[in-house]
């Protein structure tokens, strides 16, 4: 069993800063690959980054530029931090773990947060 808490989301001007972080309940980084998913209201849930064992990153091309995915292993804690927020970053940003399949499907990973919010308003 594993529980991920997210935390560091809030309200946040457009263009400002935030730094998510996803803390494990036990070492799975060096193993798994850790994804960071939004969902926006009335909206489909999407991922966002993902880093692997092997710390590459990947990201979505809305987010390319400005956010940034790393990973603490000491820690057991996975970072997300955003730049240049907009309007539309905001959602509900969970983090996860995959576990098996394509690392773009939501179903491929099996562990989730609880999900923190992220508001960009002025």
């Known amino acids: 069993q594993v529980q991920l808490v997210e935390s560091g989301g809030g309200l946040v001007q457009p263009g400002g800063s935030l730094r998510l972080s996803c803390a494990a309940s036990?070492?799975?980084?060096?193993?798994?690959?850790m994804g960071w998913y939004r969902q926006a209201p009335g909206k489909e849930r999407e991922l966002v980054a993902i880093?692997?064992?092997?710390?590459?990153?990947n990201y979505a091309e809305s987010v390319k530029g400005r956010f940034t995915i790393s990973r603490d292993d000491a820690q057991n804690t996975v970072y997300l931090q955003m730049n240049r927020l907009n309007n539309e970053d905001t959602a509900v940003y969970y983090c996860?773990?995959?576990?098996?399949?394509?690392?773009?499907?939501?179903?491929?990973?099996?562990?989730w947060g609880q999900g923190t919010q992220v508001t960009v308003s002025s």
């Open positions: 036990r070492n799975i980084f060096s193993i798994n690959v």
């Open positions: 880093i692997t064992s092997g710390g590459s990153t």
């Open positions: 996860a773990r995959h576990f098996d399949g394509n690392f773009r499907y939501s179903s491929s990973y099996d562990y």
